[in-house]
């Protein structure tokens, strides 16, 4: 399935692991990147303007596009945090869609599905990505941020937050 059939927030959560057998693991490799220290300038936040559920391989997907560009800086000068944890199991009742599957299929009988994904679901102006980086690597942050917004399935903005007394090299 697509997606976009996984996008709206329709339900109640279904997050129990244990009662869904076959349930995948995240494909989110790392949570954090980096480097954390105390002398970055700036935090960078993604922030959400659509309540949606991200599927956990569109947050992997934005992960790696922010880290790829922010590679150019080394490993040391930022610190990326996925802030957004995908919990929320995915299911899917397939259906056969050839000929003479009319007598294969079972229809609306025991339609519950079967694990498929996993999601994370966000709110209006919940943080999804943060990136702490210094002064001088501003810019390279936030086109960082912009290449892991074009990952995602809503309309996202970038918050950039000054830290109080970065210690000075």
């Given at each position: 399935?697509h997606g976009k059939n996984y996008r709206e927030v329709k339900s109640m959560a279904y997050?129990?692991?244990?009662?869904?057998?076959?349930?995948?693991?995240?494909?989110?490799?790392?949570?954090?990147?980096?480097?954390?220290?105390?002398?970055?300038?700036?935090?960078?936040?993604?922030?959400?303007?659509?309540?949606?559920?991200?599927?956990?391989?569109?947050?992997?997907?934005?992960?790696?596009?922010?880290?790829?560009?922010?590679?150019?800086?080394?490993?040391?000068?930022?610190?990326?945090?996925?802030?957004?944890?995908?919990?929320?199991?995915?299911?899917?009742?397939?259906?056969?869609?050839?000929?003479?599957?009319?007598?294969?299929?079972?229809?609306?009988?025991?339609?519950?599905?079967?694990?498929?994904?996993?999601?994370?679901?966000?709110?209006?102006?919940?943080?999804?990505?943060e990136l702490r980086v210094k002064a001088e690597n501003l810019e390279v942050g936030k086109?960082?941020?912009?290449?892991?917004?074009?990952?995602?399935?809503?309309?996202?903005?970038?918050?950039?937050?000054?830290?109080?007394?970065?210690?000075?090299?």
């Amino acid at each position: 399935m697509h997606g976009k059939n996984y996008r709206e927030v329709k339900s109640m959560a279904y997050t129990r692991k244990e009662f869904a057998p076959g349930a995948p693991n995240s494909k989110v490799a790392r949570f954090t990147t980096g480097k954390n220290r105390s002398d970055y300038a700036y935090v960078l936040q993604l922030i959400s303007e659509g309540r949606v559920q991200i599927r956990h391989n569109a947050l992997e997907a934005a992960r790696v596009a922010c880290n790829k560009k922010l590679a150019l800086l080394g490993e040391d000068n930022y610190f990326l945090v996925v802030k957004t944890y995908p919990h929320i199991i995915l299911r899917e009742n397939k259906m056969i869609a050839t000929a003479g599957a009319d007598r294969l299929q079972e229809g609306m009988r025991k339609a519950f599905g079967k694990p498929i994904g996993l999601a994370a679901r966000v709110d209006i102006g919940s943080p999804i990505l943060e990136l702490r980086v210094k002064a001088e690597n501003l810019e390279v942050g936030k086109t960082a941020m912009k290449a892991a917004t074009s990952k995602l399935p809503m309309k996202t903005k970038i918050k950039v937050i000054p830290l109080e007394n970065p210690i000075a090299q």
